[in-house]
């Protein structure tokens, strides 16, 4: 079942009196269960592409369908609704509040998402013990490792049960044993839980646990073995 969905989508920002085409009718699925990565030099579009495709922002043209709902252009305003719904994000620098602890840092993605109280507790509670950290809830970010912060911050992605997880670059700030670590544990969450998963990254350890790689070059997708 598609659960993400780009048609003909391009991209468009204006630099002064000029318009720079960034993405040129980019046409991609991703399926529930499924693993994707997306390669590409940097300047090829891949964050301009994850950004639309995660509901942060809205293409010059084409369609992007979210989870069954259309994304559109006119109507920028809708996207945090559709992000807090259906998508789960993880990045590499961790982006957890130095202040609140691993519970805490999950609850609060929780909250945005409408789920308080004790129904939060036990759902940050319970998607800690999913990525091996049950031990590690009440520690703050300064105390725990790289891998342990990325780790919480899969967490946090998954709060909400989300149809979608969307990672930029999610082993880029861990050694390559931790990182290994990290994506075996995306792929099983993934599977298990039949999730979406699309990884934007240059780390080619990472099309190990991919169903499928796609490139982008010049604003345009190829298939990853060209």
Same mark, same amino acid.
Request: net charge positive; charged share 20%; aromatic share 8%.
């Given at each position: 079942m598609t659960v993400l969905e780009a048609r003909n989508v391009t991209k468009s920002f204006t630099e002064g009196r000029e318009t720079v085409p960034?993405?040129?009718?980019?046409?991609?699925?991703?399926e529930r269960g499924e693993i994707v990565t997306l390669e590409g030099p940097s300047g090829s579009g891949?964050?301009?592409l994850l950004s639309i495709l995660g509901a942060i922002l809205t293409p010059t043209s084409g369609r992007?369908?979210?989870? &069954?709902?259309?994304?559109?252009?006119?109507?920028p305003d809708e996207l945090p609704?559709?992000?807090? %719904? /259906?998508? &789960?994000?993880?990045? %590499? %620098?961790?982006?957890?509040?130095?202040?609140?602890? /691993?519970? +805490?840092?999950? %609850?609060? /993605?929780?909250?945005i998402k409408g789920v308080n109280g004790g129904a939060a507790r036990r759902e940050a509670e319970a998607a800690? +013990? /999913?990525?091996?950290?049950?031990?590690?809830q009440r520690f703050l970010p300064r105390d725990l490792s790289g891998g342990q912060k990325q780790r919480v911050a899969v967490a946090r992605a998954l709060a909400g049960r989300p149809p979608i997880l969307l990672a930029d670059e999610p082993t880029g700030s861990l050694d390559s044993e931790v990182g290994m670590q990290i994506l075996e544990m995306f792929r099983r969450l993934a599977k298990q839980d039949n999730r979406a998963l699309l990884i934007v990254t240059h780390d080619p350890k990472?099309? &190990?646990i991919a169903d499928r790689v796609v490139r982008i070059?010049? &604003?345009l997708l190829t298939d990853g073995n060209e």
């Open positions: 960034v993405l040129k009718g980019v046409s991609l699925a991703l891949k964050t301009t992007v369908v979210v989870d &069954g709902r259309d994304i559109d252009p006119g109507r609704a559709i992000r807090r %719904q /259906a998508i &789960g994000f993880v990045f %590499q %620098q961790f982006n957890l509040f130095a202040a609140l602890t /691993a519970l +805490e840092n999950v %609850q609060y /993605a929780l909250n800690l +013990e /999913a990525v091996g950290l049950g031990n590690r990472v099309r &190990g070059r010049d &604003g």
